[in-house]
């Protein structure tokens, strides 16, 4: 990495998949990594340091929300995000770029930037690229993101193609607009599921002077068998000396189809949002805990999980009980046990790839999941990565 202060380096490797190390300001990120999203600057629900009980070495961030409320201006008074939110670890903002694609209804683009109507108060905002990278160095994270379009999976080939065109030529703006010292800058891969774009848009932004290359524009309503295949055949061609980061998705069977590919970094709201909906990620698959079964179990969560929430006697019968009512325990208990499972998830997978054998364990450990799943089949095992 150019930017000083971060290193990345590589362990470990086993077929595509790699064991490795990003070193910033803030601190050591064993590699792969899952990112819990604190995105106005706290995970719902939980404490700074609830998080990273559960392992998390680094919290997300969103640009558009903090930008709307309280401002970058109050943060950066504040003391920046580190010292705002409390975590002392490293952080990562996202540019606003998803919002191009979530606030679809409240937004205008157009080349040079995005009108958006805000959701908080109606005003009309406008952020560019130079205005994302602007408030992202007022913010203060460890690793900026470059400004991009973000298309929906459903998208046409043509809209595809434009939005691929449109966030190389803001990819360069966000590199020359200046930004905080010491801040990495990571650039985005666009192309939706035509792996072809893909590559094309890959050897446009490995060439520009970014501190790692991320893959955007997937788990937004494709296929997920498509999202797979882009992963094997795009993942293993990112620069090897680069973080390569998967944003927005976090279903364990991605995450292992991820790794397999060759992806360091990911970032989902999927954990707390389960949680939210009373569903738990298990070694067996996913839980209902709102399901009747649960209502007499003295059982965990998850039998298999060391985590606190497993350990500690939250019975089945317990959280149910407490979801049913409304009661919020529930929700705080099922967001750490989620974070945590996703954190022992990444942890067995660095120790697979260290042994040599990930492919072997994500095989037992997917065969696993699909067969105790209470919410019905996932989807299948991921293709193999091409080389």
Excluded at 346 to 373: F, H
């Amino acid at each position: 990495m150019k930017t000083p202060g971060f290193q990345f380096e590589v362990l470990h490797a086993d077929g595509a998949a790699r064991r490795g190390r990003l070193s910033t300001p803030h601190g050591t990120v064993d590699t792969p990594a899952f990112m819990p999203v604190g995105t106005h600057g706290s995970v719902k629900g939980l404490t700074a340091e609830e998080v990273a009980a559960t392992g998390a070495q680094v919290m997300l961030a969103n640009t558009y929300h903090l930008w709307l409320r309280p401002g970058a201006d109050v943060v950066n008074a504040l003391g920046s995000l580190h010292a705002f939110t409390r975590w002392p670890r490293t952080m990562l903002t996202d540019s606003g770029g998803f919002q191009v694609f979530s606030l679809a209804s409240l937004r205008k683009i157009d080349d040079d930037g995005v009108t958006f109507r805000s959701h908080v108060d109606g005003a009309m905002c406008r952020l560019t690229p130079e205005g994302s990278i602007r408030i992202q160095a007022t913010l203060g994270a460890d690793i900026a993101m470059a400004f991009d379009e973000c298309p929906a999976g459903d998208a046409d080939r043509a809209t595809v193609e434009s939005a691929v065109a449109r966030t190389t030529r803001w990819a360069q703006r966000c590199l020359a607009t200046p930004r905080r010292e010491g801040q990495a800058l990571f650039g985005i891969v666009q192309g939706g599921t035509h792996v072809d774009l893909r590559h094309a848009h890959l050897a446009e932004i490995a060439a520009m002077d970014f501190d790692g290359i991320a893959l955007g524009g997937l788990s937004v309503g494709e296929e997920t068998a498509a999202m797979h295949e882009v992963l094997a055949e795009v993942a293993p061609t990112m620069p090897a000396a680069r973080p390569r980061y998967l944003m927005g998705v976090g279903a364990p069977r991605d995450l292992i189809a991820g790794v397999l590919a060759g992806i360091d970094m990911f970032d989902c709201v999927l954990p707390t949002r389960n949680a939210r909906n009373g569903q738990a990620l298990t070694w067996h698959g996913r839980a209902n805990i709102k399901q009747s079964r649960n209502q007499r179990s003295d059982a965990p969560i998850d039998s298999q999980c060391d985590g606190p929430c497993c350990t500690t006697g939250y019975s089945r019968g317990y959280l149910r009980h407490l979801f049913m009512g409304g009661e919020m325990v529930a929700l705080r208990v099922l967001s750490l046990h989620n974070l945590y499972f996703l954190g022992a998830l990444m942890r067995g997978m660095r120790s697979a790839i260290e042994a040599g054998r990930v492919r072997a364990w994500a095989d037992e450990t997917l065969t696993r999941m699909r067969e105790g799943d209470e919410l019905g089949p996932a989807d299948d095992v991921p293709p193999s990565p091409k080389s």
